[in-house]
């Protein structure tokens, strides 16, 4: 259905206009509140894109009189090696529209392709948690696990299947404990160290003190402490109205052997039920890999992630991931290189990969 086709009754009064700096609050109000929303379509996010990345950001508010019925944020990446498109939204997984009205995703979207046509990109990309467009190109590698809390601690415990259970058991055994961090350079240096031993570019230090700067509270770093007091694992982890989502990770080789990974992600489950929160949302994964079996673990079922892309100048989806063959090479080149080398480059090179 486009936009035309609706009843003129949906789009009288309706209109599309770019954000401006006094829509700020407003904007933000309204994500809290649209069901569609979540922690990706929150304004901060749009300054740590203009302000780390210095990508060009393109958000859209969708009105009905003065009323906010729609959002879509939407960021430009342009690179020699990934191309030029246009994402709703890189680094998150999860974008698109947010809206309370069909006819303000219809307008947004139609709002969207209009624009990318006019800045010359080859393509758009949603990153929608459900279909919005069912007629577009889409990407089927992703799916997420989210799963309800339940309201005792232990409740949650007995649920988690047996084997990932005595996993976490084997945490609590090895006596590791769990703590908050105020700052963001313990996780970091787990972060760092993960990502340099699977072969990907990590994110700049300047990135996740951005992100504990902007999202204050709601952005915390939990690093989990062996018995003699060195930190093996971390995850960050962003919260938004009654869920938590863990979304960047890292370890040391250690980790493996003491449990702590299964360790950390059952304090963070703890830590959020103790808190009253009602959803974990292990967030994204490519179908296929050891975080999907993973999470499959924990007795979490997978959901399709929904990425639409409306192409312009090319024919067919981008593969910009590290299931692609063609980016083994330069993987196992990259797990080669110095430390020093690899956190130095690496930002330059992430800032692309969306």
Known sequence: ??????????????????????????????????????????????????????????????????????????????????????????????????????????????????????????????????????EWPRQDLYVTFRKELLPEVEANMLAIPRKQRAMVRKGIQRNLRSEIDTSTDRFFELYADNQHRHGTPPQSRRYFQALHRVFGDDCEMLTIVSEQGKAVSGVLSFYFRDEVLPYYAGDLTDARDLAANDFKYWELMRRACERGLKV??????????????FKKNWGFEPAPLHYEYSLFTRDSVPQNNPNNPKYAKAIETWRKLPRGVVNAIGPMLARHLG
């Open 280 to 293: 974990f949302d292990y967030g994204r994964s490519k179908r296929g890999t050891g975080s999907f079996d």
């Open 1 to 134: 259905m486009n936009l035309v086709d609706l009843p003129s009754s949906a789009t009288a009064g309706l209109s599309v206009r770019p954000y401006r700096d006094g829509d700020r609050e407003r904007w933000e109000r309204f994500v809290y509140a649209c069901p569609q929303a979540t922690f990706f379509h929150r304004i901060g996010w749009r300054d740590v894109y203009e302000d780390v990345f210095r990508h060009r950001t393109h958000y859209l508010l969708a009105e009905r009189g003065q009323q906010i019925v729609g959002v879509l944020p939407l960021v430009q990446l342009k690179s020699l090696l990934f191309g030029h498109s246009l994402v709703s939204l890189p680094f998150a997984v999860y974008g698109g529209a947010a809206a309370t009205e069909e006819a303000a995703t219809k307008a947004l979207h139609q709002a969207a392709v209009e624009l990318g046509r006019e800045l010359g990109v080859s393509h758009l990309e949603l990153r929608n948690r459900e279909a919005a467009e069912p």
